[in-house]
């Protein structure tokens, strides 16, 4: 009887016959209504608890769930239900979801017809990596009486490991093949020069550039022909991310830390797809979850793995370990991106002259953050002197940014200055506008 469950129509049918006796004390005319009403509550209760009990696998269920749940996105959980009695039930879903969501109201109502399927999903957006534990779908199925209800349970302990953010790699992908992302507008990346490689010779078509012309080749077919180049590829390029106690700092629900894994799960991908050679290593007190830069079939699938174990403590970062490691594990010239953070100009300095050494070697650019509570409160107009305070400290604290800035192009590191939600398409942006110039 462990799955036996009284609904609250019983009791409220309980407390009008309760009603009833208190009335019968006064009218006694009414004490053998009561009697009768009360006789088939129980009866009707009886009834109820015999429609529910008497069948077996009355009710069919299936929770649907994605290979892997991709961090920071909403990831959808499917759910299929079948009724196999012979009338109409009330279901009271409640899936028990990780404990990580924190979701102590999880509740959804649905009526199913007679031999009926219902299909629904709900979404689940993870906040960190790790593994999540599902418990049981449960099911509390009503007749049209509702007096009781049984309870169904299926799928009881499934686990699934949340992955840096995946879902959405195919769309940037596809405009990163389009050189163009979509921020505020389209941002088309202008190629400048040709530091490309030669593919093929072409017959020339409306549109081509004619400073492509193949003057040679023109001659001999008596025809227009232009060289065809394709952009220089088996390029290295490296993700360094900080997992040092600046990287802590939470923006709607993620870390910045978790904001620059799921920008290099997506960068890797772009770089990958575009020919070029994927490395990555993390820094704190040491370097650690180190990938080789290559571009073999195998190589995004170690990237990931990668992202997704790498755990830290938020320890001071230690810059001149990291300077010493790139310059003994980075022979060749590479293009460099470095997920950190920094709030002052301070504390740039004291790290300025390990990035003006690895710069030295390598194309660096240094990626860090906008903070984005300090730009509600610069476009927010105050109203009053505390305000107005908190204006001009947010308006100081930007400044600070740009100086920051101003002091790495000194000694031609570039910079992305970005807010969290916007990472991803921004250094994918920057990947790309450094391939079209060719400065690397």
């Not at 992955?163 to 400048?192: D, N, T, V």
């Not at 080749?217 to 220089?232: G, H, I, W």
């Not at 600046?246 to 920008?263: H, Q, R, V, W």
Request: glycine share 4%; charged share 25%; with cysteine.
């Amino acid at each position: 009887m462990k799955n036996l469950y009284i609904n609250t129509r019983f009791f409220f049918t309980l407390i009008a016959v309760g009603a009833l006796y208190v009335l019968a004390f006064f009218f006694p005319v009414l004490m053998w209504m009561a009697h009768i009403l009360l006789l088939i509550c129980f009866l009707a209760a009886m009834v109820d608890f015999l429609l529910l009990f008497n069948q077996k696998n009355a009710l069919q269920a299936q929770r649907i769930l994605p290979e892997k749940l991709s961090n920071g996105d909403e990831n959808f959980v499917k759910i299929d239900i079948k009724n196999n009695y012979s009338f109409k039930v009330t279901a009271k879903i409640i899936d028990e979801i990780p404990f990580q969501f924190q979701k102590r109201d999880f509740m959804i109502m649905k009526e199913i017809a007679s031999g009926a399927n219902t299909f629904f999903q709900y979404t689940l957006e993870p906040k960190e990596r790790g593994e999540y534990h599902f418990g049981g779908l449960n099911i509390y199925a009503s007749s049209p009486l509702g007096l009781v209800s049984k309870r169904f349970t299926f799928q009881k302990d499934a686990a699934l490991a949340s992955y840096p953010s995946f879902i959405h790699l195919r769309k940037y992908e596809l405009m990163a093949l389009q050189s163009e992302f979509l921020m505020g507008g389209i941002k088309r990346i202008r190629k400048l020069g040709h530091t490309m490689e030669f593919e093929q010779i072409k017959e020339y078509v409306p549109g081509d550039d004619i400073r492509t012309i193949n003057w040679k080749a023109t001659s001999k077919t008596n025809r227009l022909m232009v060289n065809q180049f394709q952009d220089e590829r088996s390029q290295r390029i490296f993700m360094l991310i900080d997992k040092g106690r600046t990287m802590k700092m939470p923006f709607n629900g993620l870390s910045l830390l978790d904001y620059s894994i799921n920008a290099s799960m997506a960068l890797s991908h772009i770089i990958l797809r575009k020919g070029d050679r994927a490395g990555m290593m993390t820094f704190s007190k040491k370097a650690e979850n180190k990938i080789a830069a290559d571009n073999k079939s195998g190589q995004f699938k170690k990237i990931s793995e990668a992202l997704y174990n790498i755990k830290t403590d938020f320890f001071e970062s230690d810059f001149n370990r990291l300077y010493q490691d790139v310059k003994y594990s980075i022979n060749q010239r590479s293009l460099i991106l470095l997920f950190t953070n920094f709030e002052t100009l301070d504390g740039l300095n004291r790290q300025l002259k390990y990035l003006r050494g690895i710069a030295k070697n390598h194309l660096l650019v240094v990626v860090f953050f906008k903070n984005s509570e300090l730009q509600t409160l610069i476009n927010k107009n105050p109203e009053n002197m505390q305000g107005i305070y908190d204006e001009i400290v947010a308006e100081k604290f930007e400044f600070e940014k740009k100086l920051i800035i101003q002091e790495l192009r000194k000694y031609g590191i570039y910079t992305v200055y970005t807010l969290p939600e916007n990472l991803n398409i921004d250094v994918i942006n920057k990947y790309l506008e450094i391939k079209a110039r060719g400065i690397l």
